[in-house]
C-alpha cells in the first residue's frame, strides 16, 4: 500500500523533522555542557534550532528543486506533494519563529540568528556552488546548536569545544551528500566529487 501524504506529512519532511529534532537537542547538549540553568531561556534556543533547521531545508530545496527531480525525486517539491510558493511561506514563517525565539532569549541571540539565517538563505542558490567552502559553511551552520545551549545558560564559551568536534563530522557528511549527488550536480555545482573525483573525494571523507 502506498503511502498517504497530507500537506502536513510533507512540510514536515520538507523541514526534515528528524534533523530538526537533532538541532533541538544539540541545545540541550550544550546547556547541559555548561553546567545547565533555567529551563525557558534552553526551551526557547531549541525551538529556535528547530525553526533555523526548517528554514534552510525549506530554502534548500527551494533551490534544488532541478537537480532533485534526479538525485532526490521522493522530495516533497519534485513529486509534487508541496507547491514552491507554499514552501517559500514555509521558510519564512521557520525564519521568523526563530528570530522570535532567539530575540526571547537575548537581542544579541535573535541578532546572530538573522546573520545565520541571511547565511542560510544566501547557500542554496551561490554559496553551494563554492564547492569545498560550502560544505564548510554548512559544517559550522549545523553545529551551532552547541552555542546556542551554551548561551542559553550564560556561557556560550563552553559550546565551542562541541562545535569542533562536530563540524568535522557534519563535514563528512556533507563530502558524502556530495557523493551521493555527483551525477546530478555535475551540471551545475562545482563541488569535490564533480571537480577532482570519487577518489579524493572518499580520501577527505
Known amino acids: 500500500m502506498r503511502a ?20 533541538a537537542a544539540g541545545v540541550v547538549i550544550g546547556a547541559w555542557w555548561a553546567g545547565w540553568g533555567p529551563v525557558r531561556p534552553i526551551a526557547l534556543a531549541a525551538l529556535a534550532a528547530i525553526a533555523l533547521t526548517a528554514a534552510a531545508n525549506a530554502w534548500n530545496d527551494l533551490a534544488d528543486v532541478a537537480i532533485d527531480f534526479v538525485a532526490h525525486p521522493e522530495r516533497p517539491l519534485p513529486a509534487g506533494r508541496l507547491r514552491a510558493a507554499t514552501a517559500e511561506r514555509i521558510g519564512m514563517a521557520a525564519a521568523t519563529l ?5 530575540s526571547a532569549v537575548s537581542v544579541a541571540l535573535g541578532m546572530w540568528s538573522v546573520a545565520v539565517l541571511v547565511l542560510m538563505k544566501l547557500y542554496s542558490p551561490w554559496l553551494k556552488q563554492a564547492g569545498f567552502a560550502g560544505n564548510v559553511l554548512v559544517s559550522v551552520l549545523a553545529s551551532l546548536p552547541f552555542v546556542y545551549g551554551s548561551y542559553a545558560v550564560g556561557a ?8 569542533l568536534i562536530a563540524a568535522p563530522l557534519h563535514l563528512a557528511r556533507e ?25 579524493p573525494a572518499r580520501a577527505l571523507l
Open 175 to 199: 563530502l558524502a551528500k556530495d557523493l551521493d549527488d555527483r551525477d546530478a550536480d555535475a551540471a551545475a555545482r562545482r563541488t569535490i566529487p564533480v571537480v577532482f573525483g570519487v577518489r
Open 98 to 102: 526563530a528570530v522570535c525565539a532567539a
Open 4 to 23: 498517504r501524504w497530507t500537506p502536513v506529512s510533507a512540510a514536515l519532511q520538507l523541514a526534515r523533522w528528524a534533523n530538526a529534532l537533532t538541532a
Open 156 to 163: 556560550w564559551r563552553l559550546g565551542l569545544p562541541l562545535v
